[in-house]
């Protein structure tokens, strides 16, 4: 899988991709809709059937596309409603999730690159103090840590949804922080009248639901581990055992699922990957993992193929089926 249209697109379906996912917190639904229809297009001319997945991020704060900063330890940068990144200030998007903040909150940039206490907090504009990180990159997602700011899907990712559904583009939907079986009832009920031809995947990726994942695994179709978030709710001291428990209750009930985060980016310069991602995306094949996603090693990887090429190489190995 990958977040969206690339021109490596082609080589990459060549290279044994399976699955595009489009993120439906970027962009316009217009630019959705051309995104795709071109990857419907990229699939027929491949002769490779098409998978296109729409991950509804939910009410998951982000920062602005295309903007960057870098940053120092102890440095106080800005987040507002609109960026200014020669004045150390980033957009954030929805921007009354600033409002909801707190001075001492940690809140954290992607899945853990960069870490901010919140020193003051004003309408829709927010002072932090950098904890760790050198560079802040646009587009990453922006959440409290320990904690999920909203659940589930937004009337965005809704009406993206339908839009994509009702011109015969979409094959999945993936729904972002999932705990129980009510996170789905909207989704399934928009989807109710499509015959089941577009699969639900839950992304389990909080501490409730990897401490009972049975109910949510059970009334999804696919599941989808999100270590990013998973990692950051329960500390990576326990990431291993939180993601084991999961993958256990998938097997149980017969779901198919998938691994996701830090999957292979010592391949994502054209490289191998390290012998520890190597090792760990082949134990959890071995243990049902039916595919992986490449995320970070295809939107901000020099060689977005190459990480394909080893991630399709390690699942024929050990039996994935993606």
Same mark, same amino acid.
């Given at each position: 899988?990958?977040?969206? @249209?690339?021109?490596?697109? *082609?080589?990459?379906?060549?290279?044994?991709?399976?699955?595009?996912? @489009?993120?439906?917190?970027? *962009?316009s639904e217009e630019l959705a809709l051309d995104w795709a229809s071109l990857i419907d297009e990229q699939f027929r001319q491949a002769g490779v059937r098409r998978r296109t997945i729409l991950d509804l991020g939910g009410y998951k704060a982000r920062l602005v596309q295309g903007e960057t900063l870098a940053v120092s330890r102890g440095e106080r940068i800005v987040l507002a409603a609109t960026g200014q990144p020669a004045k150390k200030q980033l957009g954030v998007s929805p921007p009354d999730f600033l409002n909801d903040l707190l001075p001492g909150q940690i809140l954290v940039v992607g899945d853990g690159e960069t870490l901010l206490e919140v020193a003051t907090v004003s309408a829709q504009r927010v002072v932090a103090a950098v904890r760790s990180g050198d560079v802040i990159e646009g587009g990453r997602g922006l959440s409290p840590a320990g904690a999920v700011w909203r659940t589930g899907p937004s009337t965005a990712d809704m009406n993206r949804l339908a839009l994509l559904r009702d011109r015969g583009l979409l094959d999945a939907v993936l729904v972002s922080f999932v705990e129980t079986p009510d996170d789905l009832r909207d989704v399934r009920h928009l989807l109710a009248d499509d015959g089941g031809s577009i699969a639900v995947i839950a992304k389990l990726e909080t501490a409730a639901a990897a401490a009972d994942p049975w109910e949510a695994v059970r009334s999804a179709d696919e599941v989808m581990v999100g270590r990013g978030d998973l990692a950051l709710a329960v500390g990576l001291e326990e990431i291993y055992r939180a993601t084991s428990r999961i993958a256990d209750a998938c097997v149980s009930a017969g779901r198919p699922w998938w691994i996701a985060t830090d999957c292979l980016l010592g391949a994502e310069s054209g490289g191998s990957p390290t012998r520890a991602e190597a090792s760990d995306l082949a134990g959890w094949i071995e243990?049902?993992?039916?595919?992986?996603?490449?995320?970070?090693?295809?939107?901000f990887g020099q060689d977005p193929v190459n990480a394909v090429r080893w991630g399709r190489t390690i699942l024929d190995r050990y039996g994935g089926r993606a």
């Open positions: 899988m990958s977040y969206a @249209l690339e021109p490596w697109l *082609g080589d990459a379906l060549d290279a044994g991709l399976s699955a595009i996912r @489009l993120n439906s917190g970027f *962009g243990r049902g993992a039916c595919g992986m996603l490449l995320a970070h090693e295809t939107v």
